[in-house]
């Protein structure tokens, strides 16, 4: 996903604060786009999560799509590139997001986009 | 100065700036006076050390950090019992501590009417905690008016969940600390998530894990599988209790929309 498919998914999503691209077998952030500057030891730690996270699923059911994690203070959402299923897009949004559009929108970024691009 | 060193100043001179002057509360019950010890940790963003003197002379001094409660600094005050005595020996308190610490509260705030309150800002390093207790947990464990009430066990939000789940469950397991157990499903379907929970989940959500401490507290955890599998796994946790269901059907908006009803009180 290039930096501006990445900039112009979060700016379809009012709520959303910050997306980042990564590698979930190298564990790289690849791109991010956010409202703030965030550091990069904190990327990081969005990566390791989701690279934690996507791999913790059953075996037997094949690779998880995506996990959602929800708290009274935020969302975390982690999506993984089917067609690249090494990669993944994250982000961080707020606690009342819509999951159904923010679904639907991630799917369609990265289903836009060749993330060899 | 870089934007994200220019806003970290910015927030510490706000805390500063917006810090509780010393002076006395007062409150005209235990519970009322909880909640105004607790609104400090609530509201220590940044790294601050509250100390509090209570009417009998009793003083507690203690840490807060991303609105978490994260130690009790020496002296303890007289007359505690070996079990609160310990939470001060802790380098970060958690989730186990929870209710330990609601009782001394509570037993601090019962020896008066009021106490006189300080906060300053700490260092550099304040901000970055891991551990910690969450205020909202130790004002549940303390049964204030309002909150679920403890000792009953996952909690009312988890009960209501479970109870609109109920049609599309396929199996339930119930893990406290080191133990899990399975409360609800049969044959394969159980043996599906006891085996996921013992093979992957247990070691994803070990102490490393940084979500942990807020899935612990009020948080869930959504994987969503393949279609052909026709199910999602939803992780929730309460008051350190975490229930692990897999569920009928891939709709987990569904599933997020219910949880923020039953367990946020959300109607979202």
Redesign the interface.
């Known amino acids: 996903m290039t930096p501006s498919a990445l900039n112009a998914f979060r700016r379809k999503l009012t709520d959303c604060e910050l997306a980042v691209y990564v590698d979930l077998e190298s564990r790289t952030v690849l791109s991010s786009d956010g409202a703030?500057?965030?550091?990069q030891e904190y990327l990081d730690?969005l990566c390791?999560?989701a690279a934690?996270?996507l791999a913790?699923?059953?075996?037997r059911?094949?690779?998880?799509?995506?996990?959602?994690?929800?708290?009274?203070?935020g969302s975390?959402m982690f999506f993984r590139n089917l067609a690249e299923p090494n990669e993944a897009l994250c982000c961080i949004c707020a606690a009342?997001v819509a999951?159904?559009t923010l679904?639907d929108t991630a799917r369609a970024a990265l289903a836009g986009e060749d993330p060899a691009e | 100065m870089?934007?994200?060193e220019r806003?970290k100043a910015m927030l510490r001179r706000s805390a500063r700036d917006g810090m509780a002057r010393p002076g006395p509360v007062r409150y005209a019950s235990w519970s009322e006076g909880l909640a105004r010890i607790l609104e400090q940790v609530d509201v220590a963003v940044l790294g601050r050390r509250l100390s509090f003197e209570f009417d009998d002379g009793s003083r507690l001094a203690c840490e807060a950090s991303g609105r978490r409660l994260v130690r009790l600094l020496t002296p303890p005050p007289p007359g505690l019992t070996a079990e609160q005595m310990a939470l001060f020996d802790r380098d970060e308190l958690a989730f186990d501590d929870v209710r330990a610490v609601s009782v001394l509260f509570r037993g601090l705030c019962e020896r008066g009417a009021g106490f006189a309150m300080t906060a300053e800002p700490l260092g550099e390093g304040g901000g970055q905690v891991r551990g910690g207790v969450d205020p909202?947990a130790i004002s549940e464990a303390a049964g204030l008016p309002g909150e679920a009430s403890p000792g009953r066990g996952e909690g009312t939000g988890h009960e209501a969940l479970l109870e609109g789940l109920r049609p599309l469950l396929q199996a339930v397991v119930l893990i406290q600390g080191a133990d899990s157990s399975l409360v609800l499903g049969e044959g394969d379907e159980a043996a599906?998530v006891v085996?996921?929970v013992e093979?992957?989940?247990k070691?994803?959500l070990s102490p490393g894990?940084?979500?942990l401490g807020?899935?612990e507290?009020?948080?869930?955890?959504?994987?969503?599988?393949?279609e052909?599998?026709g199910r999602h796994?939803l992780v929730a946790g309460r008051r350190g209790n975490l229930l692990v269901a897999a569920i009928k059907h891939c709709d987990?908006?569904a599933t997020?929309?219910l949880?923020?009803r039953t367990c946020?009180g959300?109607p979202?």
Request: aromatic share 12%.
């Open positions: 703030l500057h965030f550091p730690a390791a999560c934690d996270l913790s699923g059953p075996k059911e094949g690779p998880v799509e995506h996990v959602l994690f929800l708290s009274p203070t975390r009342e999951v159904g679904i | 870089n934007d994200f806003l909202t599906f085996d996921w093979s992957s989940l070691e994803l894990f940084p979500l807020t899935l507290t009020n948080g869930l955890l959504v994987f969503a599988l393949p052909r599998s796994l987990v908006e997020v929309d949880w923020r946020q959300n979202a």
